[in-house]
């Protein structure tokens, strides 16, 4: 089954916060979990995250262009996708999303 093994989100905004750059480096696929306060962002983060996988979803009922920044917005996700049995693990990098709210999807 393929894992993520990094995340990067740089440039967004929303209410009164922003992410300059945060990278999530979950070491292999290893589990994680996100601990933030009430109102902290998280159902933001998880949304953003997703625009990889599920390009022009809202977030709540919101466009995903509301959440860029003036300067160029990324999230990416690196995954390790399976190898054969005799094989080592690929990596793949999928990205979405720029100032103009065009997303892009690249292997």
């Not at 967004?12 to 009430?38: M, P, T, V």
């Not at 109102?39 to 599920?54: A, N, P, S």
């Not at 979803?57 to 509301?66: G, R």
């Not at 690929?90 to 103009?100: A, F, K």
Request: proline fraction near 5%; include cysteine.
């Amino acid at each position: 089954m393929p894992k993520i093994n990094r995340i990067r989100l740089a440039n967004f905004r929303w209410a009164s916060q922003k992410i300059d750059h945060l990278l999530l480096d979950f070491y292999g696929g290893a589990n994680a979990e996100l601990c933030l306060e009430n109102g902290g962002g998280k159902t933001v983060l998880e949304r953003l995250i997703f625009q990889c996988v599920c390009p022009g979803a809202k977030v709540s009922s919101i466009p995903i262009t509301d959440y860029l920044s003036e300067k160029p917005s990324l999230a990416a996700i690196e995954w390790i996708l399976d190898g054969g049995r005799n094989e080592k693990p690929q990596h793949y990098l999928d990205r979405c999303g720029d100032v103009q709210g065009r997303h892009n999807r690249r292997g």
